[in-house]
């Protein structure tokens, strides 16, 4: 079965860290986006990272937060510091290839940041 299952949002104090994970199974994993999305908000880029370990983050979290990759456990990370109320959100993963699956989304994980 082709799918992306991410794990590790839970609540955090702000100041805090988490680590969030996603694991592709059924295909080898490409490039890797991590995204989050507020409510009442649009879904926005957090991370991504490619194949060859290239990484991009979005300026709210350059800094703060880290992307990285396991190939041999087909699965991809994202270790958040210094967490912010604001980075309160759902945060899915993104696979992008050229091979099937094109374009896949894993069922999203919430951060909760609060006091």
């Known amino acids: 079965q082709v799918q992306l299952v991410e794990s590790g949002g839970g609540l955090a104090q702000p100041g805090g860290s988490l680590r969030l994970s996603c694991a592709a199974s059924?295909?080898?994993?490409?490039?890797m986006g991590w995204y989050r999305q507020a409510p009442g908000k649009q879904r926005e880029l957090v991370a991504a990272i490619t194949s060859g370990a290239s990484t991009n983050y979005a300026d709210s979290v350059k800094g703060r937060f880290t992307i990285s990759r396991d190939n041999s456990k087909n699965t991809v990370y994202l270790q958040m510091n210094s967490l912010k109320p604001e980075d309160t959100a759902v945060y899915y993963c993104?696979?992008?290839?050229?091979?099937?699956?094109?374009?896949?989304w894993g069922q999203g994980t919430q951060v909760t940041v609060s006091s």
């Open positions: 993104r696979h992008s290839g050229i091979r099937y699956p094109y374009d896949l």
């Open positions: 059924g295909f080898s994993i490409n490039t």
